[in-house]
């Protein structure tokens, strides 16, 4: 079945730089994409989401890139921050089906 | 709002026992959700539930797995009989009337031994 995935298992960044979290899906039919960030012991939490229709949202701090053409997803997490060690899944809704499917995740690791 | 609550947070229990997970969603969502996450195959969708009605079980390993809602604040997974091989973490999930993202209980750590 079609599935969502991401490129890199791990991420490791120093403090205040730049974290960019990559994720690739396969679904055509997608409409919807979100990120989610779980810390150690606790469920998902919702990070930021986009349609389909659109190729940049950005929130505080974040922002999510769709390119549609290779089917790609990112994040991008601006002067990291130790509170962002987590790790970060991507998840897409399929055409009309209303559930989410998840990709793997990716753990980031924010050094001091 | 509290939030999604499970219970019981952790629960080990022995091969061939039943477990049953509890699940009380955020008031008026009506979607939700049943999650097992484990190393191996991340994050799977095992059943979900719209107005309290199973829309889609395909997710669920085996009959010894089923859910039930019986009414919009209160939800169940159980297991008959357990395995070491359910071992895992169980997320209950909801979601509001319209809504697109899903918010996430703290989850139920299954050790079955």
């Known amino acids: 079945g079609e599935s969502v995935g991401l490129h890199l298992p791990t991420l490791s960044v120093q403090e205040g730089d730049n974290s960019i979290i990559n994720c690739a899906y396969s679904n055509s039919a997608s409409d919807y994409f979100i990120w989610y960030k779980q810390e150690s012991g606790k469920g998902p939490q919702f990070i930021i989401d986009i349609r389909s229709n659109m190729d940049k949202r950005q929130g505080q701090r974040v922002t999510v890139l769709l390119n549609k053409t290779v089917k790609h997803l990112s994040l991008q997490i601006a002067a990291t921050q130790p509170g962002d060690s987590a790790v970060y899944f991507c998840?897409?809704?399929?055409?009309?089906?209303?559930?989410?499917?998840f990709g793997k995740g990716t753990l980031l690791t924010v050094n001091p | 709002d509290a939030g999604v609550i499970q219970s019981p947070r952790h629960e080990v229990t022995e091969m061939g026992q039943e477990v049953t997970l509890r699940c009380k969603p955020i008031s008026g969502h009506d979607y939700l959700f049943w999650y097992r996450q484990t190393m191996m195959r991340g994050l799977e969708l095992l059943i979900y539930?719209?107005?309290?009605?199973?829309?889609?079980d395909s997710g669920m390993p085996e009959d010894r797995f089923s859910a039930k809602m019986p009414n919009a604040s209160f939800s169940t997974l159980k297991i008959q009989p357990s395995e070491p091989r359910d071992s895992a973490v169980y997320f209950c999930a909801s979601r509001r009337p319209g809504g697109t993202e899903a918010f996430f209980g703290q989850g139920t750590r299954l050790t079955v031994v």
């Open positions: 998840a897409d809704r399929g055409g009309s089906n209303y559930k989410l499917t």
């Open positions: 539930f719209n107005n309290n009605v199973p829309i889609d």
